[in-house]
Nanobody
Framework: QLQASGGGLVQAGDSLRLSCAGS????????MAWFRQAPGKEREFVSA????????IYADSVKGRFTISRDNRKNTVSLQMNSLKPEDTAVYYC?????????????????WGQGTQVTVSS
């Protein structure tokens, strides 16, 4: 089970930190990712991190502004979002999948959190 939190309403240029708490046995052995979905658009990949935390990938649209990290002792994954833009406005979802490969396809993730709203005003 995944529980995302940390969303809110901010102004362009501000920062937010999203967190995703995982529960259940072996939850630290999953690759984790963040996706987002804006109104009227398909869910899109944001970032992913390997189970060890040693490998990460990012969408081009957030590269250099967002940083994904994880703490396996606490079973949490975080997304630090800096220099936010209005186009970052979306519901952000955390997701998990078994296996070592980092993937950016929605269909390859087995477990999903409930989503947290991020709204960036101009």
């Amino acid at each position: 089970q995944l529980q995302a939190s940390g969303g809110g309403l901010v102004q362009a240029g501000d920062s937010l930190r999203l967190s995703c708490a995982g529960s259940g046995r072996g939850s630290s052995m999953y690759s984790m990712a963040w996706f987002r979905q804006a109104p009227g658009k398909e869910r899109e990949f944001v970032s992913a991190i390997s189970w060890s935390g040693g490998s990460t990938i990012y969408a081009d649209s957030v590269k250099g502004r967002f940083t994904i990290s994880r703490d396996n002792r606490k079973n949490t994954v975080s997304l630090q979002m800096n220099s936010l833009k209005p186009e970052d406005t979306a519901v952000y979802y955390c997701a998990a999948r078994g296996g070592f490969a980092l993937e950016n396809e929605v269909s390859l993730y087995n477990y999903w959190g409930q989503g947290t709203q991020v709204t960036v005003s101009s």
